[in-house]
């Protein structure tokens, strides 16, 4: 039998290491601006065409390279990073495995274009599939230009499960923006189809995260800061109350490096305990500076997990270092009666001579009891003045106290049984006949021929809007309440991606929306059911709404969208609601589909029979 194993051709070798780091556009994104950092740049312009699929170009202004490294870098396995093994416990630069620029040449066309500082002429190397096509010297700019052009053209398998424009888009802008905060004092910009998403100046990293996400972060920040013997902490965590309902902007940075860790995630949000709902994330941007030789970050092809050799102490410096610095600054109630402007500090002792005793003036007639203007008292008529009982005055609503005490005690049944009973369409009143309670501005008591139904008003809101929202998605039916004064909204670079890619299934729904230069929309008309809520509130809840539920329930792009507006534009508990309103609601939620299952799962309506009522008082 002849031998059956054989050592893979270079070209094939690459195209399967590949598929480990170039997973994406944004994966080609991330390697070459991490390239351009590690030579030094203080400049780098990222040119994106179709979202990556046609173009992908980094131009940075590093030390560039000799002609001979121009051919190496394409190389598998060749670094300027390190040298030995024991290099990797000293790393302190973004790359060091030798395998993206490899990857790269092997499954798309690459053009490198780069010049060191002391040479006159520049070398350009043309590379299609691991292939050389040309190598020559040519007229460049310092530094290096490197461009990236139809990713996947001869993986089409690969290139097939790329998603649309958009979602490769806000992938991008994701790495980008990481890369950005992690390396605030260089210059980045970062074009899309001919035009400017970021203008990135080097500042500081407070108004780099403003530049990124919106002048309105500049009022949300707490900074953070601790230098202890094992690590360097330092960045910001926002206030609690701008809290998200997605974890989109959580980062952490170990020796500049991106990294997810959900243990020191929940660190953070531990430091956020009884400041923050189940569902809510804060925002934040920590920096952690740790020795290499204590952690290793060769664990993963995309060198965003770490190991630590004491990450039990890492954790609880990053938990009270947060803490603290949120009662510092005034977030959670802290008394420190070693501070320097306690009020002993702040009060300034006067001399007993000009000390002047406060003086009492009173109306000795003054009677709290009397009405200045005399009014008719009301008598109940078992309290007229007869031997030795005493008038006394009555409330003029004394006649609804029986029905006060007669919600109360349906609201215990409520507190003690709750059941999912369907409700039977025809035992509903007709809408004259019915007898309605709102409970604690929560729930709605209907009487019913069996008994009577406790309904969830907020619930049952979310459930109507949801589905009448799927069907103007489906018919492109949605009524629109134009707006007198529009409203412009600006948003961040991903939600703006994320916003165009939903435009046509939110136009259907009654927005009049249109884009008005970089990163803001005009919002001309909201959907008329939701005329109650802000342009800008709305917009901005609807897509955090969408990306909540995309990361939790998966769901198709249309039910996700009906969902995050029917919750954001329901009636919420503790709103009070006319005779009129009530009815409309009930109305509406029986002519539902799914009546009595709200979007969480759980029931609309619980019902309570004749039944159960006379059991419980017979006991």
């Not at 780069?114 to 190397?125: A, N």
């Not at 998603?163 to 992690?182: C, G, T, Y």
């Not at 959580?250 to 531990?270: E, G, M, P």
Request: proline share 5%.
């Amino acid at each position: 039998m002849s031998d059956i194993i054989q050592l893979l051709p270079d070209a094939v070798a690459n195209q399967i290491a590949a598929g480990e780091v170039v997973q994406r556009p944004a994966s080609a994104v991330k390697e070459l601006v991490e390239n351009a950092i590690d030579a030094g740049a203080d400049k780098i312009q990222l040119i994106i065409k179709d979202a990556g699929k046609s173009l992908i170009q980094v131009i940075d202004n590093g030390c560039g390279m000799s002609l001979t490294d121009a051919r190496m870098c394409f190389e598998r396995h060749a670094t300027s990073k390190i040298r030995k093994a024991e290099d990797l416990f000293a790393i302190r630069t973004m790359g060091f495995r030798g395998e993206a620029m490899a990857s790269i040449a092997a499954i798309a066309q690459v053009e490198l274009k780069t010049r060191r500082h002391e040479d006159e002429l520049g070398s350009c190397i043309t590379i299609e599939g691991s292939e050389v096509i040309s190598q020559e010297p040519c007229a460049a700019n310092a530094g290096t230009s490197i461009s990236i052009k139809n990713l996947f053209y001869n993986t089409p398998a690969r290139r097939n499960f790329l998603k649309s424009n958009p979602v490769e888009m806000r992938h991008i802008i994701d790495e980008f923006q990481r890369v950005a905060l992690a390396h605030p004092e260089i210059f980045f910009t970062l074009h899309h189809d001919s035009q400017e998403v970021y203008h990135l100046p080097g500042t500081t990293l407070k108004q780099r995260i403003v530049h990124l996400f919106g002048n309105n972060y500049n009022q949300r920040l707490v900074p953070v800061e601790e230098d202890t013997t094992i690590i360097k902490l330092r960045g910001f965590v926002g206030k609690p109350e701008f809290a998200r309902k997605t974890r989109g902007e959580q980062f952490f940075f170990v020796n500049n490096r991106f990294i997810r860790d959900s243990y020191l995630n929940h660190a953070v949000t531990t430091a956020f305990e009884e400041l923050l709902p189940d569902d809510c994330f804060p925002f934040y941007v920590l920096f952690i500076d740790i020795d290499p030789s204590k952690i290793d970050i060769n664990v993963h092809p995309t060198k965003t997990e770490i190991k630590y050799q004491d990450e039990k102490a890492i954790y609880a410096i990053i938990r009270s270092a947060v803490k603290r610095s949120l009662g510092r600054y005034n977030i959670t109630p802290s008394l420190d009666f070693d501070q320097e402007n306690s009020i002993e500090h702040l009060i300034t002792p006067k001399p007993f001579e000009e000390i002047i005793a406060p003086t009492i003036s009173f109306n000795p007639n003054f009677n709290p009891f009397a009405d200045k203007a005399e009014k008719p008292r009301q008598e109940h008529p078992f309290l007229r003045e007869s031997g030795g009982y005493k008038k006394d005055p009555i409330p003029q609503n004394w006649d609804t106290l029986y029905e006060i005490s007669k919600k109360e005690t349906l609201f215990q049944h409520e507190i003690h049984e709750e059941k999912t009973i369907a409700v039977d369409e025809q035992d509903v009143s007709k809408p004259s006949e019915r007898q309605l309670f709102q409970i604690h501005n929560r729930f709605i008591l209907s009487q019913i021929k069996s008994g009577f139904m406790l309904i969830n008003q907020q619930a049952a809101h979310e459930r109507i809007l949801y589905e009448r929202f799927l069907q103007q998605l489906q018919n492109h039916s949605g009524m629109s309440q134009q707006s007198l004064f529009p409203q412009s909204v600006t948003l961040n670079g991903a939600d703006f991606e994320l916003l165009k890619e939903l435009l046509p299934d939110i136009r259907s729904l009654g927005f009049d929306i249109r884009e008005f230069g970089k990163n803001t929309v005009v919002v001309e008309g909201i959907p008329a059911e939701l005329n109650n809520v802000g342009e800008h509130e709305l917009l901005e809840h609807l897509l955090e709404g969408f990306k909540n539920n995309m990361a939790i329930l998966k769901l198709d792009k249309r039910d996700n969208l009906a969902r995050s507006l029917a919750r954001n534009g329901a009636i919420k508990s503790g709103t009070k609601l006319s005779l009129e309103e009530m009815n409309q609601l009930i109305d509406q939620l029986f002519a539902c589909e799914s009546p009595n299952q709200a979007l969480n799962g759980k029931p609309v309506i619980s019902t309570f029979t004749m039944n159960e009522l006379m059991e419980r008082f017979e006991k």
